[in-house]
Each structure stands twice: as C-alpha cells, then as structure tokens.
C-alpha cells in the first residue's frame, strides 16, 4: 500500500555555505584583468565627474537608439518588443502572431541579474526548470520537453542549451506551442531563439564587475564599434568570465564565454554578417545525482541543502564553438532574401564519482558510488535559406514566405575505461564526514567509438492572406526529410556494424492560423498544426524510439496597448503526442547509454496536454517596466491517466522595476515572484514499498535596486530567495531531490562609455 509524504519541512536548519576562492587560468585572467582595468577606468571617471554640477549627474531620459531591426531590445529600456519571426519568419507584431509568444529582452536580463538560458527560463511564462544534479538541467513547457534551440533562427542544439550565457544576446525569444513549420522540429512545448547582440555604427563599450554569495566573481566587457569612416563595417566584442562556489559542499565552477561580430554593408540593400561564440564551463565537484530523501530505516533523511557525496575532482567540462555566416539582400520590390550558414562544435568530458546509490544510515554509512567516465565530441551543420515579401492580389497585398532550411549533427563517442581495479573505495565510510578526497583514477581510451549521426532538411511556405482589413488568414505547410544512424568503429579504427537506423522521406506538416483583429488593439486568434518529430532519445538496446506524431490547436486574445509600449495576451490550448518518450525505469540508475545519456521508453498513442495561459509585459507608466505569466497545464495518457505530474499545474512569474520620480531618479527598484503548484512522484522506500513524494507548493521573491552614480556608472544590487525557503527543484529522481539554491545576493558595477 503506497502512503503519502510531503518532502516540505523535511530539510535540515541554517545552512552554512562554503567559502574560498579558484585561481582562473591564464586566458580568464588575462580577460578578467582586462575588464576589471576598464572598470577602474569608469571608477576614474566618475572620480573626475565629481565636480560637475548636481543635475548633470542625475539619469537621463532613455534614449531608443536607431535600431538595426524592429525587434532589437538593446537600449530600448523595454521589456517587451515589437517584432518577432521565431514562428513565421515573417517579421510579424507579437499581436500579428497566432501563437503564443514571450520575450526576455536585454533590459529584463540586466535588471534581474539573468547571466544563463537556465535562469532566463526559470523566470519565463510557462516553462518548468528541473535538475537531476549539478550539470544534468531540462526545460519543458505545456507537459512536454522542449527539444527545439535556435540561435538567430538557426537550429542548435548541442546537448548543453542551459549552460549558455546570455551575456552576448540581445534577447531570447520563446513561442510555446508547435514550431515546426520552419523549423521542422514539431514540438508542441516551446521553442527556444536565442538572439544576437549587433555592432553598431557608434563606439560604445561596457565593462561590469559582480560580486555575490559563495564567492561569485563575475566580469564582463562589451565593445562595438565601426571599422571604417563611414561605419559600413563594424563589429562587436563580447567577454564574460565567471567564478563561484556554491551552497553545495566541494562544488565551483569556472565560465569563459565571449563572441565577436562583424557585420558589413555590402550594398546598401546586402548586410553580410559573421561571427563566432565560444564558451567553456569547468566544474569540479560535480555532483552525479540527488540527495537522499530516506534513511535506511524508511524515516526522513532531512539532509541539508550542502549535501554533496562528489569528489573533488568529479567534473563534467563542456566546450562549445558556433561559427556562422548571414548574408541578407533586401529587394526594390520589398522582398528580402537570407542565406545563414552555422557550424556548432561541441564537446562535454565527464569524469564522475558521486555517492548517490542506496540508503543512508544514522551511523554515515550505506551510501554506495556511482563512478563513469562520458567523453562526447559533436559537430553540427546548418544551413537556412529563405525569402519573405509581400505580393499583390485582388485589390490588397499579402505576405509570402518560402525557404529550405536542413542541419547533419554527428556525435562521438570515444570508448573510456576506467582502471581495474578501482583506486578508490566503492562505499561511502561516513557521509557526516565526507571531505571528497579521492584517489582520481586513469582514464584509457580504446580507440573504439560510436558515430551518430543525424541528418534533417526540408522545404517550407507560408503566406498570411489579408482577406479583409481585420482579418488575416495564415496557411503553410512543410516538407521534411530525416536520416539517423549510429555507426560502430572497432580500437582499430575499423567499421564493425551500422545500427539504430531510420530514415522518413516527404513527411508533410500542415499549419494554419487566423487573426481577427476586433478593435484598433486587440485580435482573437487560432492556429493549429500536425506535429513530427523524430526522436533523438533511445531505449536500453541503443535503438532510437520511434518518431513523435500528433497535432497542436490553440486560440486567443491578443492586446497591444500605448501605441504597443504594454503587450498582453490569453490562450488555451490542446496538444496530442502519440510516442512520446519517457525515462526509462526499469534500469538501474548507473546504467548509461555509450554516449552518457539515460534510455528512454515510448508511452505509446493518445498523450494529451491542455491548459491556458495569460501574459502581460511592457511599460504600463512612465518608469515602470512590468513582466507577469500565468500558466495552468495538465496532461494525461491515452487510458485517462495523469501524467508529468514532476511538472507543476500552475505557475506564476512577475518581473517589476519603478524608476522612482523627481530628485530619486536616479533610483530604480524592483524584484520578482515565482510561484508554482505541487508537483509530486512515487519512490521506493528501503522495504521496496511505494510512497508518494512531493514537494508542496511554494513562492520565491526577489529583489532588486540600482542607482545611477553618474551618467556612466550604475550599482545594482540583486537578493534572490528573499525569505530563504527551502524546496526541492526536483523530487523522486532515483528516491532522492535536488534543492533550489538559499538565499543570495549578487552585487553588480556597470560602467557604460
């Protein structure tokens, strides 16, 4: 007989994090060095400014720079935007879209201290968070996981989409609901866009300085400027660097990201843009798995938010390059053409030891190690070519979109064994006491690997027919192929056997939509859409599952108000999936696929999410920045039984700032709440007996203030987890959780040229 328990108040009491300080490597230094001279620089500055008279000092009015593209963020001071193409490509107004839509723009970034595409999403409208450990981060969205990443509209999905750094974006744009028509991945979750900051042809620079909890140093340095007279070619530069412990005992990590940018007027009519991202993350301590939840005697373990059994030098590094070329020509005639090119590589190296298998004992005892070793290289080609317009027909003019788009991901694995026997023990002697010093073992590659590859293309159309001055029809359809295949290579380097294989030819997607505009701000809207999308997950043998099948329907109202300075929106939706895959449990936790991933089993036909969702961001009053969505969701199997119940059913997000009026201008406060329902699962206690597991509902608040020292220099001062609640981002993974972070504060310099 299963019984019930709420993880809530299960927790130990005050917890104590741990304090130190990482040398960075010589590059991050040299980086970090550099930043920090510019913001000595500003410091200077602001030393010389203080003569000036007082008003001179005080904050200026927010100046909308010349925007490249209506939808650039940059300097606008806004949290939303007026343009957007993740879902149609067709430059559409967030109201013009039928879909649903959210836009984190660099504004919301900077005021909110959102330095990851993990805390971006943490704090978006409808999209749940959760971590299995350390590294290991999933996005889902309307019940399901989301699988679709785009950089500029660009397909890229490396495996390690949280990780990225929004230092070097614009804004990330996220359309909730089936993408595919473009994109030719049909999730019915979410898409996620991942937009690029651009050079400008004015000089400008930046360089910020954070400080926060568990010794969190953070640098940054932003640098645009022309590259000629006339400022027909320019470029950009950014860099950011980052160390931090962490509430967790043992773990820190070390982040470089940077990008550059140039962009040049080949014609007044053709832009050529190039670029390349790169980022490193270094972790060591990693954790590779949860916390306990029960001890051996089936009572709550109540361990402490510091609980991690990793060794020092249990680590899971990941590198990325994203290399990528744009060439755009705008017509007479108002069409314009694209051609991107994107070349992603890839790696993640994971060397682990951590205690998560078993009960733990009151005496320290009983917890067993998981150890691996998960070397893995991929490289991923894209390739979009499309062109949008509009075109004349009975009396009015419509919009027509058309284009062929495809990408080919081959991911390495190379075979990696670890030493036998063993330099270390396989028990934990005494988790009261664990201080992660470990043998660290020498790892032999045998020259075997495994090559999968995946290969996708198609061709799309779509047009938006204006059939009368307040209706627009939507309707388009895609044309997809996909390939996979995994192919064995022996120590010798020799081909032994392809496997997994599938391929599908000349599946067609349907889409369509309308909008109804019924004033001059507000439209109803509907789209619906069939759903395809080959799986990248597999069952225990190595084999692929079988493709996603299904459809997507949804319907609205859309608002823009103040001349599109506040947009508003509510949807309801429904979704069906027919194999969708879930984790498999029937295999012990240490069991890892060749290229480190978990196997998957299919949950067969009829799987069905529905919800409604509301969201309103922009600026309702002068100073007054406002973000608020709200999302209920639930899904069940084809037999009426609820699933994703890991998932919340509702949630609330809402971002505020207030530039304070008169002679306190210069003062602008904020903060934050996310909450979000019970979600809840079953584990096994010690006796092998059930038991519901959960974690209640619960709230976060945050906090933010900045003041402007002078026309350039800005301090901010962010307090996440304002009340300190303990929870649990994730309940049940293998019996045990994984907790949100404390309370922390993060102190930021900014220094604007």
Known sequence: MARAVSLAGMVAGPFSPTVGNTALRPLAAAVQAALLAAALA????????????????????????????????EHTGSYTTREMATATRMGLSMRETPQSISVVTRQRMDDMGLNSLAEVLVQSTGVTVQ????????????????????????????????????????????????????????????TINMLHKRPGKEFSASAGLTLGSWSKVRLEGDISAPLNADGSIRGRVVVAGQNRHSYMDLYKERKLAGAVIVEADLTPATLLTAGIDYQKNTPKGTSWGTTPLFFADGTPANMPRSFNMAAKWSS?????????????HRFASDWKLKAAYGRLDSSSNGKLFYGGSGYPKRDGSGL???????????????????????????????????????????????????????????????????????????????????????????????????????????????????ETYNDRYDTGGRFVKRSSAYKTDDVVTPYAGVVLDVSKSTSLYASYTDLFK???????????????????????????????????????????QDNLGEEDKSVPPTFVLPDGSRPYISTGKGTKSKGYEAEVSGSPLRGWQLFAGYTHSSSKTGKGVVTNTIQPTNMLRVSTTYRLPGELQNLTIGGGLN???????????????????????????NLMARYQIS???????????????????RVGFYNGGYYGEPRNVALNLRYQY
Not at 417 to 437: E, K, M, S, Y
Not at 675 to 697: D, F, Y
């Open 42 to 73: 500003g410091g200077a500055a602001l030393a010389a400014d203080t003569s000036a008279k007082p008003e001179e000092a005080t904050l200026s009015e927010i100046k909308v720079q010349a925007q490249q593209d209506k939808a650039s963020t």
């Open 131 to 190: 971590e299995n450990d350390s590294e290991r981060t999933s996005f889902s969205a309307r019940g399901f996981s989301i699988g679709n990443y785009q950089i500029d509209g660009v397909a890229v999905n490396s495996g390690s989409n949280a990780l990225f750094d929004t230092a070097i974006y614009d804004r990330i744009e996220i359309v909730r609901g089936a993408t595919g028509l473009v994109s030719g991945n049909g999730d019915p979750s979410a």
């Open 316 to 328: 899971w590094e990941r590198e990325f390059q994203n290399k990528y070329v744009y060439l755009e």
């Open 368 to 482: 067993e190690v998981w150890s691996g070793a998960f070397p893995y290289d991929e490289k991923q080609d894209n390739f979009d070519l499309s062109a949008n317009g509009s075109f004349p027909l009975f009396g009015r003019r419509h919009d027509l979109v058309l284009g062929v788009n495809g990408w080919k991901r081959k991911g390495t694995t190379n075979e990696t064994l670890l030493p036998d026997p063993l330099p270390f023990a396989t028990t934990i002697p005494d988790f009261r006491n664990w201080t992660g010093d470990v043998p660290e073992p020498a790892l032999t590659r045998t020259g075997a690997r495994d090559v999968a590859t995946t290969k996708q293309s198609g061709a799309f159309i779509a047009t938006r027919i204006n059939v009368a001055d307040s209706v627009k029809v939507l309707a388009g359809a895609r044309v997809s192929r996909w």
């Open 534 to 576: 080959p799986q990248n997950l597999k069952d225990k043998n190595n084999a692929f599952l079988d493709p996603i099948t299904g459809s997507n329907v949804e319907a609205g109202v859309k608002s823009e108000f103040l001349d599109g300075a506040v947009n508003a929106s509510f949807a309801v939706y429904e979704a069906k």
């Open 675 to 701: 909450w979000q329902s019970e979600i809840w699962t079953m584990a096994t206690l010690p006796n092998k007996s059930k038991i519901r597991v959960s974690q209640g509902s619960y709230v976060l608040a």
């Open 711 to 729: 026309a350039k220099l800005s301090a901010s001062l962010n307090v996440n987890n304002l009340f300190d609640k303990t929870y649990f981002r």
